[in-house]
Protein backbone atom coordinates (compact mmCIF):
# COMPACT_ATOMS: atom_id res chain seq x y z
CA UNK A 1 0.00 0.00 0.00
CA UNK A 2 2.69 2.55 0.57
CA UNK A 3 4.48 2.27 -2.44
CA UNK A 4 1.83 2.43 -4.38
CA UNK A 5 0.91 5.95 -2.77
CA UNK A 6 4.37 6.74 -3.22
CA UNK A 7 4.38 6.16 -6.98
CA UNK A 8 1.22 7.92 -7.27
CA UNK A 9 2.47 10.84 -5.59
CA UNK A 10 5.08 10.76 -7.98
CA UNK A 11 2.91 10.45 -10.95
CA UNK A 12 0.67 13.28 -9.66
CA UNK A 13 3.35 15.90 -8.56
CA UNK A 14 5.37 14.91 -11.89
CA UNK A 15 2.15 16.07 -13.69
CA UNK A 16 1.42 18.89 -11.76
CA UNK A 17 5.44 20.60 -12.64
CA UNK A 18 4.45 19.40 -16.54
CA UNK A 19 1.08 21.53 -16.40
CA UNK A 20 2.62 24.34 -14.43
CA UNK A 21 5.44 24.58 -16.62
CA UNK A 22 2.88 24.72 -19.67
CA UNK A 23 0.74 27.77 -17.81
CA UNK A 24 4.57 29.42 -17.35
CA UNK A 25 4.99 29.46 -20.86
CA UNK A 26 0.94 30.83 -21.63
CA UNK A 27 2.51 33.73 -19.17
CA UNK A 28 4.86 34.44 -21.23
CA UNK A 29 2.82 34.31 -24.35
CA UNK A 30 0.21 36.91 -22.72
CA UNK A 31 3.13 38.77 -21.47
CA UNK A 32 4.89 39.25 -24.82
CA UNK A 33 1.43 39.84 -26.22
CA UNK A 34 1.18 42.89 -23.86
CA UNK A 35 4.35 44.29 -25.33
CA UNK A 36 3.32 43.48 -28.86
CA UNK A 37 0.57 45.64 -27.98
CA UNK A 38 2.45 48.40 -26.59
CA UNK A 39 3.96 48.99 -29.46
CA UNK A 40 0.67 48.95 -31.79
CA UNK A 41 -2.33 50.53 -29.89
CA UNK A 42 -4.66 50.10 -32.62
CA UNK A 43 -5.27 46.48 -32.32
CA UNK A 44 -5.67 46.55 -28.65
CA UNK A 45 -9.37 47.22 -29.01
CA UNK A 46 -9.61 43.03 -30.35
CA UNK A 47 -9.01 41.73 -27.06
CA UNK A 48 -11.38 41.03 -24.49
CA UNK A 49 -9.24 40.74 -21.43
CA UNK A 50 -6.39 43.34 -20.43
CA UNK A 51 -3.25 40.34 -21.33
CA UNK A 52 -1.29 41.83 -18.37
CA UNK A 53 -4.50 40.13 -16.18
CA UNK A 54 -4.22 37.04 -18.33
CA UNK A 55 -0.42 37.33 -17.86
CA UNK A 56 -0.85 37.40 -14.29
CA UNK A 57 -3.31 35.25 -13.82
CA UNK A 58 -1.40 32.21 -15.58
CA UNK A 59 1.72 32.85 -13.84
CA UNK A 60 0.21 32.47 -10.28
CA UNK A 61 -1.50 29.30 -11.61
CA UNK A 62 1.84 28.05 -12.84
CA UNK A 63 3.22 29.03 -9.15
CA UNK A 64 0.95 27.27 -7.50
CA UNK A 65 0.81 24.00 -9.71
CA UNK A 66 4.61 23.84 -9.34
CA UNK A 67 4.54 24.38 -5.82
CA UNK A 68 2.13 21.33 -5.09
CA UNK A 69 4.08 19.25 -7.54
CA UNK A 70 7.34 20.04 -5.53
CA UNK A 71 5.34 19.01 -2.42
CA UNK A 72 3.86 15.79 -3.85
CA UNK A 73 7.42 14.63 -5.04
CA UNK A 74 9.29 15.56 -1.75
CA UNK A 75 6.63 13.65 0.11
CA UNK A 76 6.87 10.69 -1.84
CA UNK A 77 10.99 11.02 -1.53
CA UNK A 78 10.86 11.42 2.09
CA UNK A 79 8.06 8.56 2.93
CA UNK A 80 10.22 6.28 0.68
CA UNK A 81 13.18 6.66 2.82
CA UNK A 82 11.79 6.38 5.93
CA UNK A 83 10.03 3.53 4.99
CA UNK A 84 13.68 2.10 4.50
Do not use: E, H
Not at 55 to 84: K, N
Amino acid sequence: MGVVLDVNLTIIGGLCLLIGLIAALVSNRYAAMKVLLAKNPMRAGSLLDDPKARADRWFYVGLGLTALGIILQVTAAVRSLLRG
